[in-house]
Nanobody, 132 residues
Framework: QLQLVESGGGLVQPGGSLKLSCAASGFTLDYYAIGWFRQAPGKEREGVSC????????YYANSVLGRFTISRDNAKNTVYLQMNSLNSEDTAVYYC?????????????????????????WGQGTQVTVSS
């Protein structure tokens, strides 16, 4: 059974850093796009970052570009999101999600568009709160 479990959220001061983890079980990261999404109170869920398993290509929303870094550890079957220079607008519940494809080009498209409907498997989310 495919399962994703996020961890690493918490309370951090503005300007601080957090590293989120997304541990996958029941499948390997091969042939998957793994995305990070977030949902702030009263707002729609939005795509933040994505990594393609085919060549580890990475993608970022403009709002986090230069501050967040996505990576993966195949040995641990885990994807990470390093978040630096956090501000109050980053406060949200963060989710990781997986989308499968055997086509390399399709994996890239999944990450480029980061559409919620394309990602079939979701974790339970982890809360990130940026506040002084």
């Amino acid at each position: 059974q495919l399962q994703l479990v996020e961890s690493g959220g918490g309370l951090v001061q503005p300007g601080g850093s957090l590293k989120l983890s997304c541990a996958a079980s029941g499948f390997t990261l091969d042939y998957y796009a793994i995305g990070w999404f977030r949902q702030a109170p009263g707002k729609e869920r939005e795509g933040v970052s994505c990594i393609s398993s085919s060549d580890s290509s990475t993608y970022y929303a403009n709002s986090v570009l230069g501050r967040f870094t996505i990576s993966r550890d195949n040995a641990k079957n885990t994807v990470y999101l390093q978040m630096n220079s956090l501000n109050s607008e980053d406060t949200a519940v963060y989710y990781c999600a997986a989308a499968a494809s055997g086509d390399v080009s399709q994996l890239h498209r999944l990450c480029v568009y980061l559409r919620l409907a394309d990602f079939a498997s979701w974790g339970q989310g982890t809360q990130v709160t940026v506040s002084s």
